[in-house]
């Protein structure tokens, strides 16, 4: 157990529809980086936070946007969805940022059927 | 982020030393050398990681090449619970950005 929960643990919606997924980071972690994992296009770093501050962006598409609270989970949300969003969307969190450990959570499935 | 090659995948026997091999010839002075795996299922878990010496915990071990184009990571004893996806990637010091992913080492494990 990382210490990073996500919910919901599987996410089953129609394309067009938009979703959000949490994230809570490790006790006393104040980066929060998302990251999607597809069969073909492997792990991708989406965007990182920092204690509520946008850090860091990847491939993140102009439909999905995140965020972090005051408390510092996060939420990734996902809209216009599109049946290649189909993917596991993990979250990660580390101490500060740098070459820090980062230390992943369980992971959310969606479904866009 | 420079580049880094790994084996697609390796095999090994259950209770027998497994050494990964990772190349980055174009690694940069100040990138730092990181090893994650995914068990089946789970999100990536960090290894290990090192700059220019080896390095040692409970996990593997790394062994980094004194021109530090390449490395291994080293687990002593292979059980059948250590066959996951690796990935070696590099990491800046004064990075702010996520890890690279590459396509890693799927190792198999023969009991």
């Known amino acids: 157990d990382s210490g990073v929960t996500q919910t919901p643990k599987h996410l089953i919606t129609a394309t067009g529809q938009r979703v959000t997924l949490r994230c809570s980071p490790r006790s006393g972690d104040l980066s929060v980086y998302w990251y999607q994992q597809s069969l073909d296009q492997g792990l991708q770093f989406l965007i990182q936070?920092?204690?509520?501050?946008?850090?860091a962006k990847g491939n993140i598409l102009e439909r999905f946007s995140a965020q972090q609270f005051p408390d510092l989970h996060s939420e990734l949300n996902l809209s216009s969805l599109e049946l290649g969003d189909s993917a596991l969307y993990f979250c990660?969190?580390?101490?500060?940022?740098?070459?820090?450990?980062?230390?992943f959570g369980p992971g959310t499935r969606l479904t866009v059927l | 982020d420079a580049k880094t090659t790994q084996p697609n995948s390796m095999e090994s026997n259950e209770e027998e030393p497994v050494h990964l091999p990772c190349n980055h010839s174009?690694?940069?002075?100040?990138?730092?050398i990181h090893w994650y795996r995914q068990l089946p299922s789970q999100g990536p878990e960090y290894v290990i990681h090192?700059?220019?010496s080896n390095v040692n915990n409970r996990m593997a071990s790394l062994a980094i090449a004194e021109d530090r184009k390449s490395s291994t990571l080293i687990l002593h004893r292979a059980t059948l619970r250590d066959a996951a996806v690796y990935y070696c990637?590099?990491?800046?010091?004064?990075?702010?950005?996520?890890?690279?992913f590459g396509k890693g080492t799927h190792l198999i494990i023969q009991p």
């Open positions: 990660a969190s580390s101490v500060v940022s740098g070459v820090d450990t980062q230390y």
């Open positions: 990637i590099l990491r800046g010091g004064g990075g702010a950005d996520g890890l690279t």
């Open positions: 174009t690694i940069s002075g100040t990138d730092y």
């Open positions: 090192g700059l220019t």
């Open positions: 936070y920092y204690n509520g501050e946008e850090r």
